[in-house]
């Protein structure tokens, strides 16, 4: 049976796409996603993304949805502890 969690992971696997209108899509719905009181589990997932990502633009796409949608200050701070290495443009985006 499909959870949550793995619909989360999925989501954010569709960063990946090679489609800009899907990635923009995807950042949408993540970005709603992350929005919601239950947000947590969208967040455990994009901790895991950001964590696995060896390129800096990967770990900014990621990012995207909290362009788009306020988020729990708890939250960034432990998406930021997630990356593995963190540039001027993710703590850039932190920022806004």
Do not use: Y
């Not at 923009?24 to 696995?52: H, N, P, Y």
């Amino acid at each position: 049976m499909i959870e949550t969690r793995h619909i989360a992971d999925l989501g954010f696997a569709r960063l990946g796409l090679p489609i800009p209108m899907a990635k923009l899509v995807t950042i949408q719905a993540l970005a709603s996603a992350l929005s919601k009181s239950s947000s947590e589990v969208f967040v455990d997932a994009m901790a895991r993304w950001l964590g696995s990502r060896g390129l800096e633009s990967e770990c900014l796409e990621a990012l995207c949805p909290l362009l788009v949608t306020p988020v729990h200050p708890n939250h960034v701070a432990r998406l930021r502890q997630a990356i593995p290495r963190p540039s001027i443009a993710s703590d850039l985006i932190f920022s806004l």
